[in-house]
């Protein structure tokens, strides 16, 4: 079967595109729209995320405030920080870089973030917003992966969606957006007792295991729709995602690839819930 590739660089660019405008009509009415970045410690994979992130604002042309706090920072004076940010009416969004430290409470820090400046999703408001219905910031990579669908002209409303992984970044709050479409969705875990006879069903599967190449053509239906959020680094330095794509792509009617596919979208949507965040807040 012929299947075509869902490019999330050219998606996530035209998101990002769109946010530029957005925020130039901002500029217009003398309306500058910031973000806050705070990373506690100096893991090199977070560094790299924060950069990134930094380098989208700037291209959107919103301004970014840079807290980079050292290793030993306390619980409190990292609190204290986002209760300055909260109060501060020029801060639109603000994002604390996970994982923290463990002598910091990461629940904790996400509680006291305002949801109205939650624009990574994660509050336990903006969550319970997203199930029930009501306006509020998703979690970037899930609403990445709808823009994908959305944009590659799938539908998935009436269709069989199977969600493997239950995290609350990924795989809980991906399950409530493909219900909120009007998808009918299962969520598969480690506990899930057959793993194949469960995505077999799956019109569109979303993996996110967390294992390489884990997923191969017996785990597919013919024609399926295939979203890999997995993103491993192997011995040759090389990038795979969960899904094994040399095996799957052939049984797929459309599939992401790794990298270039789900990566993207969740700066892209990061940017997208910035500009939200100011309307939210105004
Ligand atoms: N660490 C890994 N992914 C993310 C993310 O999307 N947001 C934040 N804040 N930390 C992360």
Known sequence: MSYSIIDGKAISAQIKEECKQQV????EKGIEICLAVIQVGADPASSVYVNNKK?????CGMKSLSYELPEETTEDELLALIHKLNDDPSVNGILVQLPLPKHIDEDLVIRTIDPKKDVDGFHTQSVGAL?????GFVSCTPAGIIQLLKRSGIEIAGKECVVIGRSNIVGKPMALLLLRENGTVTVCHSRT??????????D???????????????????????????IHRNENNKLCGDVDFDDVAEKTSAITPVPGGVGPMTIAMLMHNCVASYELQN
């Open 204 to 230: 569109i599967l979303i993996v996110a295991i967390g294992k390489p190449k884990f997923i191969t053509s017996d785990y597919v239906k013919e024609g399926a729709v295939v979203i890999d959020v997995g």
């Open 131 to 135: 199930c029930i219905g009501q306006p």
């Open 193 to 202: 007792k057959d793993l194949k006879e469960v995505t077999k069903r799956a």
């Open 24 to 27: 130039l009509a901002y500029k």
């Open 55 to 59: 380098k989208a604002c700037e291209f």
